[in-house]
């Protein structure tokens, strides 16, 4: 079920401004080391989770519709259930790229959502791991990706 081309993968990555739905209060889950890894690139990440205040120093918001100014993409790291509803709002506020990790993550991919996404001309990238297509990431996640390649299975 994977989806997305290297050339949305790429774009999303080069992107300025973030939003990271579903962020984690623990510092050891996955979608707290991608906020931090992908904040170090230069990558202005904004979190949101109704549960926290804030992750590292940066205001955490309540909902995605709290979040002032222009957001470039969001990446939903909910369960299949909430994602459905986040990735309503994030096209109810004009957004276009979304990105629902898949391998490496404790995210469970709605179809429902990208489904969602497809249907409402919107960019989706699901079922990747960022880590496979971040410049100078560790090696088992570039290997992972490579094989992904491999095997037919990496974007085209």
Known sequence: ????????????LSQKRLVMVGVSR???EYSRNIFKDLTDRGIEMIPVNPKIQDI??????????DVPGEI??????????ASESVVKEIKELGIKRVWI??????VTISKTAVKYCNENEMTVIAGYCPYMFIKDAQFFHRLH?????????GPK
């Open 26 to 28: 623990n510092p050891k």
């Open 101 to 106: 990790p898949g391998p490496g993550s404790d």
């Open 72 to 81: 470039d993409g969001v990446m939903v790291l909910t369960s299949a259930t």
């Open 145 to 153: 990706g490579g094989l992904l390649n491999l095997v037919g299975k």
């Open 1 to 12: 079920m994977p989806q997305g081309t290297r050339q949305e993968i790429n774009d999303f």
């Open 56 to 65: 590292d120093g940066v205001t955490c918001y309540s909902n995605i519709k």
